[in-house]
């Protein structure tokens, strides 16, 4: 029997919960999301990780004892991404409640950034079968670059707060004295010597945050976007700044997407990346590969398709429309 065919109160589901990822602890959320399961009768078992790797830990040991139908992973893309490490190739599908900075699978996917929307695209049942990266060994299911978003992403790491504000901060803080490197980029059967101020691996479209660095990406065609983005001047940075954020990144002179299965990217030595927005520190030589339709993801079912400001435009209006919902529950 399958998931969808199966009675409320015949699911059981693992709900994976970091406590202390994005802005505000989040065992403050397991209140609303226990009465929400129950209240759909759902049968389900909270556990909150410990450490770093806890929750692939969790997440394997569900897939092993075969007596869950799904692992939830309340909590941001660290969470997401550890969670998954431990369902990639096991059949059994993750559910994102998404409560981190950026929340960048969650919401290339359309989930909302709320408790309440976010369990009903659990409800809803919709399952696909999505891709990941590998860079070397290391899996990625939304995006890996290197250069600039990496520098970033490691000072952000180090800050006591969190947040958007706190993240805008670190980047002018690291823009001030970051300088591009040169890399050797192998991708598509092209290799190209490029000083460059970011390359990243896409997977997925954002970076989250609704920041999109390849708006074309999917996460089920079994390939990757590779987006180079050339050094340039203040102003043009400052441009690439606003296409991000209105989706006509793909338009910017500064920046080549290329769709790739694999690729490798060289540099002088071992530096500072990023996987799944979370800093480590990476070999001179990263050799990506797309892995196909090796993880299953719970999705809603009213995806449409992306359109440049349009797409931005509408889900920005979204999110202020859950902070003042969440504002007037909280008063």
Same mark, same amino acid.
């Given at each position: 029997?399958?998931?969808?065919?199966?009675?409320?109160?015949?699911?059981?589901?693992?709900?994976?919960?970091?406590?202390?990822?994005?802005?505000?602890?989040?065992?403050?959320?397991?209140?609303?999301?226990?009465?929400?399961?129950?209240?759909?009768?759902?049968?389900?078992?909270?556990?909150?990780?410990?450490?770093?790797?806890?929750?692939?830990?969790?997440?394997?040991?569900?897939?092993?004892?075969?007596?869950?139908?799904?692992?939830?992973?309340?909590?941001?893309?660290?969470?997401?991404?550890?969670?998954?490490?431990?369902?990639?190739?096991?059949?059994?599908?993750?559910?994102?409640?998404?409560?981190?900075?950026?929340?960048?699978?969650?919401?290339?996917?359309?989930?909302?950034?709320?408790?309440?929307?976010?369990?009903? *695209?659990? /409800?809803?049942?919709?399952?696909?079968? %999505?891709?990941? =990266? $590998?860079?070397?060994? #290391?899996? +990625?299911?939304?995006?890996?670059?290197?250069?600039?978003?990496?520098?970033?992403?490691?000072?952000?790491?180090?800050?006591?707060?969190?947040?958007?504000?706190?993240?805008?901060?670190?980047?002018?803080?690291?823009?001030?004295?970051?300088?591009?490197?040169?890399?050797?980029?192998?991708?598509?059967?092209?290799?190209?010597?490029?000083?460059?101020?970011?390359?990243?691996?896409?997977?997925?479209?954002?970076?989250?945050?609704?920041?999109?660095?390849?708006?074309?990406?999917?996460?089920?065609?079994?390939?990757?976007?590779?987006?180079? *983005?050339? /050094?340039?001047?203040?102003?043009?940075? %400052?441009?690439? =700044? $606003?296409?991000?954020? #209105?989706? +006509?990144?793909?338009?910017?002179?500064?920046?080549?997407?290329?769709?790739?299965?694999?690729?490798?990217?060289?540099?002088?030595?071992?530096?500072?990346?990023?996987?799944?927005?979370?800093?480590?520190?990476?070999?001179?030589?990263?050799?990506?590969?797309?892995?196909?339709?090796?993880?299953?993801?719970?999705?809603?079912?009213?995806?449409?398709?992306?359109?440049?400001?349009?797409?931005?435009?509408?889900?920005?209006?979204?999110?202020?429309?859950?902070?003042?919902?969440?504002?007037?529950?909280?008063?």
């Amino acid at each position: 029997m399958t998931l969808a065919e199966k009675a409320y109160s015949d699911i059981r589901l693992r709900l994976i919960i970091n406590p202390i990822s994005g802005t505000v602890s989040k065992l403050r959320m397991i209140p609303n999301i226990s009465r929400r399961l129950e209240q759909a009768g759902i049968d389900f078992e909270i556990c909150a990780t410990e450490g770093p790797g806890h929750a692939t830990e969790l997440a394997a040991e569900a897939a092993r004892c075969g007596t869950f139908d799904g692992v939830l992973a309340c909590g941001g893309d660290g969470t997401v991404n550890e969670t998954a490490r431990g369902l990639t190739g096991t059949g059994l599908p993750l559910g994102i409640i998404p409560a981190g900075s950026g929340n960048g699978l969650a919401r290339h996917l359309g989930i909302p950034v709320d408790i309440d929307r976010s369990l009903r *695209v659990i /409800a809803e049942r919709n399952i696909i079968s %999505a891709d990941y =990266g $590998l860079a070397n060994s #290391t899996p +990625f299911f939304c995006t890996c670059g290197v250069g600039f978003d990496a520098a970033v992403s490691e000072r952000f790491a180090r800050q006591k707060r969190r947040g958007v504000m706190m993240y805008l901060k670190s980047a002018i803080d690291e823009y001030v004295k970051f300088n591009p490197e040169e890399y050797v980029i192998e991708a598509g059967g092209q290799v190209v010597t490029e000083r460059a101020f970011l390359v990243v691996c896409c997977n997925a479209s954002q970076y989250g945050n609704n920041a999109f660095i390849a708006p074309d990406a999917s996460v089920t065609d079994g390939m990757l976007d590779l987006a180079i *983005v050339h /050094a340039g001047n203040p102003f043009s940075h %400052a441009l690439l =700044g $606003l296409d991000l954020l #209105t989706g +006509f990144i793909g338009k910017n002179a500064l920046v080549d997407i290329i769709r790739v299965k694999s690729a490798s990217i060289r540099r002088k030595k071992a530096g500072a990346a990023h996987i799944d927005g979370d800093p480590h520190v990476m070999p001179a030589d990263i050799n990506i590969t797309c892995v196909p339709g090796a993880i299953k993801l719970f999705s809603p079912t009213n995806n449409t398709r992306f359109k440049p400001l349009l797409t931005p435009m509408s889900l920005f209006f979204r999110d202020c429309g859950l902070s003042v919902a969440h504002l007037w529950r909280n008063n």
